[in-house]
């Protein structure tokens, strides 16, 4: 499994995760991490993105909002993966439209706290698989962030802009968040060779938004998708799925 590109997706059971663990996983250099909350419900994706043609894929189950269950999963894959995590992609998240404390909470515990405590947990990983990747000339190691044109400061005050009237406080605020924790991480990670990078998937129907989105995720996901068969060199950019770059 080694020689194989190992690359872990959060809330990869549905929506833009499982399409992305699909346009990675039915290609044979890869090798994909299905990190779901649910143990069913990720059984019941890896079934479905075998049926659909991925060979090399298996679930962890983690809750990213806990820490312990965080630490478990971290653990397993230290065993499993004694040359390290070639990519982590942020993915999984929450959207409410709601302004309560509880909204807040819920929103930030997975877009905002959940995201930094992944990230916290498998840093060490990733830059294991830099001197590994470095034998093998595989593409730097690259952490991903699903972040959303919502979090964008710039976008959000230009009234001009599509989204300029979508104001969810929390959710826009979390991926606000997100994407300094973005360049928080590009600035920390520069010097060992990992990559970071935010990417906006459009507005795509999924469960997160009632299936309201007019686009489809298979094709919101097919810019990152690219990002990661291709790798990438370039740190710290926030990415729209048509392929230009976002202001902050
Ligand atoms: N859809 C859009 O238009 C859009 C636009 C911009 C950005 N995004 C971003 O894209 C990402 C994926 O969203 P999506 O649209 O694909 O939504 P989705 O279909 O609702 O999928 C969200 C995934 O996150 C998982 N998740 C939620 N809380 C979790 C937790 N505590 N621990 C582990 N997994 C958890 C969900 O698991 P369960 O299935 O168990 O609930 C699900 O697998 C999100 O970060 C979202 O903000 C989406």
């Not at 991925?54 to 312990?68: F, G, W």
């Not at 507005?203 to 690219?226: C, D, F, H, W």
Request: aromatic letters at 8%; hydrophobic letters at 40%; charged letters at 20%.
């Amino acid at each position: 499994m080694s020689s194989k590109r190992t690359v872990l997706i959060t809330g990869a059971n549905q929506g833009l995760g499982y399409e992305l663990a699909l346009k990675i996983g039915v290609n044979p250099a890869f090798h994909v991490i299905l990190a779901c909350r649910s143990e069913t419900r990720g059984n019941e994706a890896l079934e479905k993105l075998k049926a659909a043609g991925v060979q090399s894929a298996s679930l962890l189950v983690v809750d990213i909002t806990n820490p312990s269950s965080i630490s478990a999963a971290t653990e397993i894959l230290t065993k499993d993966y004694p040359s390290g995590l070639d990519v982590l992609v942020n993915n999984a998240g929450v959207a409410l439209g709601g302004t309560t404390l509880e909204d807040f909470q819920t929103v930030y515990s997975v877009n905002v706290f959940g995201a930094a405590l992944m990230t916290e947990a498998l840093t060490p990983l990733l830059k294991k698989s830099v001197e590994a990747g470095k034998a093998d000339k595989k593409p730097a190691p690259q952490l991903l962030f699903l972040s959303s044109e919502l979090g964008s400061l710039a976008k959000q005050s230009d009234p001009e802009s599509t989204f300029y009237k979508t104001n969810y406080l929390a959710y826009n605020s979390s991926k606000a968040a997100l994407n300094m924790l973005m360049v928080g991480y590009s600035k920390d990670l520069k010097e060992s060779g990992v990559v970071v990078s935010g990417y906006d998937p459009g507005y795509v129907a999924t469960a997160l938004n009632g299936y309201s989105g007019p686009g489809e995720a298979s094709k919101g996901i097919e810019r990152l998708a690219e990002l990661i068969l291709e790798g990438d060199e370039n740190t710290g950019k926030y990415y729209k799925w048509t392929g230009e770059e976002l202001p902050w």
